[in-house]
């Protein structure tokens, strides 16, 4: 265990020594690289603003008028046949848009249910093994202005294949929860 934690507190100076060390070789101005890149990323940050702001917004919206709770105790039926618990079924929607919402309803999980729950533990694995779908897409399609293909296109298959992924996600934590306890 020792290992580990040396490992992980030398890895970011490391890495920092490392990209520093390759641009001082190559004869690359470090600071205008940093300079431009920053410069970039603002640009980047500047563009998908309004998107991000419209996630929040709708995510925050759904969180307090308890839309998510009544379509928890809509869909319980249906998730107990899949060993799916129903009060993960916001956690699991919310993190297709939003890992810092996800975080909070995670919180929400901990405090009613504990850590060591069953519901504990299949919240933190849904954590670890789904994506915020729809966030990356937007800021994905925002970001590159995608113009080869038709955006429709692009996001149907996008979409599709992110799903997919997160539904095969979902029965892994089932899987492995249970494997677990």
């Given at each position: 265990?020792?290992?580990?934690?040396?490992?992980?507190?030398?890895?970011?100076?490391?890495?920092?020594?490392?990209?520093?060390?390759?641009?001082?070789?190559?004869?690359?101005d470090?600071?205008?690289?940093?300079?431009?890149?920053?410069?970039?990323?603002?640009?980047?940050?500047?563009?998908?603003?309004?998107?991000l702001?419209?996630?929040?917004?709708?995510?925050?919206l759904?969180?307090?008028?308890?839309?998510?709770?009544?379509?928890?105790?809509?869909?319980?039926?249906?998730?107990?046949?899949?060993?799916?618990?129903?009060?993960?079924?916001?956690?699991?929607?919310?993190?297709?848009?939003?890992?810092?919402?996800?975080?909070?309803?995670?919180?929400?999980?901990?405090?009613?249910?504990?850590?060591?729950?069953?519901?504990?533990?299949?919240?933190?694995?849904?954590?670890?093994?789904?994506?915020?779908?729809?966030?990356?897409?937007?800021?994905?399609?925002?970001?590159?202005?995608?113009?080869?293909?038709?955006?429709?296109?692009?996001?149907?298959?996008?979409?599709?294949?992110?799903?997919?992924?997160?539904?095969?996600?979902?029965?892994?934590?089932?899987?492995?929860?249970?494997m677990?306890?």
């Amino acid at each position: 265990m020792d290992i580990v934690v040396f490992i992980s507190s030398i890895i970011i100076p490391l890495l920092i020594f490392c990209v520093i060390g390759y641009g001082l070789l190559n004869k690359v101005d470090i600071f205008d690289a940093f300079a431009d890149g920053a410069r970039d990323g603002f640009k980047v940050v500047f563009n998908i603003l309004p998107t991000l702001i419209g996630l929040m917004l709708a995510i925050g919206l759904l969180r307090a008028s308890g839309a998510l709770d009544v379509l928890a105790e809509i869909m319980s039926p249906y998730m107990e046949r899949l060993h799916f618990p129903a009060e993960l079924v916001p956690l699991s929607l919310i993190k297709m848009f939003s890992s810092s919402a996800a975080t909070g309803l995670l919180t929400d999980v901990y405090k009613n249910f504990g850590t060591d729950s069953r519901q504990g533990y299949m919240a933190s694995l849904l954590m670890c093994c789904s994506e915020t779908i729809f966030y990356t897409i937007s800021v994905y399609f925002m970001a590159t202005g995608d113009k080869k293909h038709k955006p429709v296109t692009g996001i149907r298959w996008m979409l599709a294949g992110a799903l997919i992924s997160t539904f095969a996600g979902m029965a892994a934590c089932v899987v492995l929860t249970d494997m677990m306890l």
